[in-house]
């Protein structure tokens, strides 16, 4: 006997990649269960699989920087009860954080990818499940979107849930109107603009000298590096991330926010045209801005 979920979840995060740096994504989770009937000629109550099985992915991996833990570029310590220093010495374009521990998931082996992720999240569940789960499969896939989509991180101080963590992100579709019709060059302009980006907060700016990070990033500077820090309610976050791949924002970057954000930057481009903007926060949600 099977019971199948689609669409269980979505997995917010961002990752560490020898390619592409640090890189947003949004992963939609998909369920099959197997196994023997229990007492009430049930294999799972949809309702039970729904919330342990996500509950253990979000506590797991959602809205946490993945990190290939067996990759060669990787190096981490513990420079406090409860943090981490996590350096991605990538040649050229280094990544330096500092974060309490769990904003990191550390997944086994050198990539981190869907089938990597997948078997890290089988080992948990199968650990976690009811003994009458006899069969588990899990499928990590993404959004299938017609048009441009961007992949970018950032991090919300002011949330006081799981995005307030320095380093998670989306894979984002974008949708331009101008004067009513849809725009897809414009979409195309802008998705190339925020590929693999990091969205900083000039709020959150720091000089890179008053950061805590690991002596791995003792020959960073300002010339290379931006330098982010803040306080939020699960501890203090830095960050220093390579001046290439970052964009600075002059507000939070929610996405009601970024909508707007888009919306002024794009208007230049159109003058007096009516523009509509459709941004969206990973699968499914988002925020419309007009300019």
């Known amino acids: 006997m099977k019971l199948f979920v689609r669409d269980l979840t979505v997995i917010d995060s961002s990752y560490l990649c020898e390619r592409r740096g640090m890189v947003g994504e949004s992963w939609v989770v998909d369920i099959e269960l197997g196994g023997e009937l229990n007492e009430m000629s049930m294999l799972l109550d949809f309702g039970r699989v729904k919330k342990l099985i996500k509950a253990i992915i979000d506590r797991e991996v959602d809205h946490k920087l ?67 789960i006899k069969d588990l499969a899990l499928t990590l896939r993404h959004e299938k979107i017609e048009g441009a989509f961007y992949h970018y991180s950032h991090g919300l101080k002011k949330h006081d849930g799981n995005c307030q ?15 009513g019709e849809r725009a897809p060059e414009f979409e195309a302009a802008f998705a190339e603009r925020w590929s693999d980006i990091y969205l900083g907060t000039l709020e959150d700016e ?18 290379s590096h931006i330098g982010f820090a803040y306080e939020a309610p699960q501890g203090r976050f830095e960050l220093a991330m390579p001046r290439a791949g ?3 924002i002059d ?20 003058g007096e045209k009516f523009l509509k903007v459709v941004a969206y926060e990973g699968v499914g949600k988002g925020a419309i801005a007009w300019a």
Do not use: C
Request: aromatic share 6%.
């Open 251 to 270: 507000t939070d970057t929610t996405v009601e926010l970024l909508a707007h954000y888009i919306a002024r930057e794009v208007k230049k481009q159109v």
């Open 246 to 248: 970052v964009e600075m």
């Open 66 to 132: 993945l990190i290939p833990a067996d990759n060669p570029l990787l190096r981490r310590a513990a420079p406090a009860a409860g943090e981490v220093w996590v350096d991605w010495l990538r040649p050229g374009h280094t990544i330096h954080l500092r974060s309490p521990e769990q904003a990191f998931a550390f997944i086994p082996g050198q990539q981190v990818d869907k089938e990597s992720l997948v078997a890290y999240l089988m080992e948990i569940l199968a650990r976690e499940l009811p003994g009458n």
């Open 206 to 223: 720091v000089a890179l000298e008053t950061l805590a990070l690991s002596p791995q990033a003792a020959l960073i500077g300002p010339d």
């Open 165 to 179: 963590r320095i380093a998670h992100g989306h894979r984002s579709p974008i949708e331009l109107y101008v004067d």
